[in-house]
């Protein structure tokens, strides 16, 4: 379990990320746009270096790709659950 300091550094990644689509939205025009891209997760990665000093731009994309995973297994169970019930 991640501790508060390091929640507190998510939750403002993840606030930021939300307001980058290029980074996750396939669709979206600049998503190819390797230059702001890598640019997005340099703003991401200075951030999360508040927390931990030794982060890279590996670790950013680690870190969101889990959540992103756990997030997507938590709406599969819930969904289940619903579909369970009817």
């Known amino acids: 379990m991640a501790c508060s300091k390091e929640k507190e ?3 403002n990644v993840l606030d930021l990320y939300r307001d980058m ?3 996750w939205l396939k ?3 600049d998503y190819s746009n390797q ?3 890598t ?7 200075e ?7 030794k982060a890279t731009v590996k670790t950013i994309k680690n870190k969101l790709m ?3 995973t756990n997030a997507n297994a ?3 169970n819930e969904l289940a659950a619903v579909f369970s019930r009817v």
């Open 27 to 29: 669709s979206h025009k």
């Open 9 to 11: 550094v998510l939750f």
């Open 66 to 68: 889990n959540m992103r």
């Open 21 to 23: 689509p290029y980074l």
């Open 74 to 76: 938590r709406f599969a």
């Open 35 to 37: 230059p702001l891209r």
């Open 47 to 53: 951030i999360y270096k508040t927390f931990d000093e």
């Open 39 to 45: 640019e997005g997760f340099r703003v991401l990665l």
